[in-house]
C-alpha cells in the first residue's frame, strides 16, 4: 500500500462529523488525522496537522468552509480542499471554484464517490459532481464584497445601526450599500435582499 491520504475533516453536525470520520478511517488509504466542528477549528488543525486534503461543509461556525478554502489561499497553504454539502447552489459552486477548491460534491453521494473523489483530488485533479456542473451556470453573483459582508449582517438581524459599528462604517453608508443591494436584487427591503442573497450561495 502506497502513502496514506491524510485528511482533517471539517463539519459542524456531530453525527455527520463521526459518521464521515469512521467511514473514512475504514479506507486502507485515508486517515483522518483531525477533525473540526466550526471553520476556525479547520484552520487550526489544518495548521497543526498539515494533512493532504480538508474534507470540509460549507455551513458551519464561524467560517464557512468557503471562507476557510479562501484563507488557506491567502496563505499559500498546498491542502488540497473538498469541499461536501448538501447545496447545490450556484453561488457557492461559482465562489468555490473562484477560489481553487479542488472538488465540490454532495452529502448524499454514496461513500464509494466521496472516497474516490478525496483520492482524486489528492492526485491532482478538480472533482465537481456531474448534477452540480449545470448548477455553475446559474445566476452571476452581482454583489461586491462589502454588499455582502453586509447582507451578511442583515442575516444575524443586526440594525444598520449595528452594523455601521461592527463594520466600523456610517449609518448613512450601510443605507447606501444595502439600498444598492436590494437594487440588484430587485428586492422590497432588507430582509428580502439578504434572504436571496443568502439562498442564490452569495453569502
Known sequence: MG???RVVLAEDQTMVLSAF?????????VEVVATAGDGAEALA??????????????EMPERSGIDVAAELRRRGDPVR???VT??????????AMEI?????????????????????????ERVVAPELAVA??????????????????????????DIADRLHLAEGTVRNYLSTAMSKLAARNRIEAANTARDQGWL
Not at 100 to 124: C, F, S, W
Not at 136 to 161: C, F, Y
Open 3 to 5: 502513502e496514506r491520504i
Open 21 to 29: 470520520a469512521a467511514l473514512l478511517d475504514l479506507q486502507p488509504d
Open 45 to 58: 488543525a489544518v495548521d497543526q496537522h498539515r494533512p493532504d486534503v480538508l474534507l470540509t461543509d460549507i
Open 81 to 83: 480542499v473538498l469541499i
Open 86 to 95: 448538501t447545496f447545490a447552489r450556484s453561488g457557492y459552486l461559482r465562489r
Open 100 to 124: 481553487g477548491v479542488a472538488g465540490y460534491v454532495l452529502k448524499d453521494a454514496p461513500i464509494a464517490e466521496l472516497v474516490t473523489a478525496l483520492r482524486r483530488v489528492h492526485a491532482g
Open 136 to 161: 455553475a451556470w446559474g445566476r452571476p453573483d452581482p454583489l461586491t464584497d462589502r454588499e455582502r459582508e453586509i447582507l451578511r449582517e442583515v442575516v444575524t438581524g443586526a440594525s444598520n445601526a
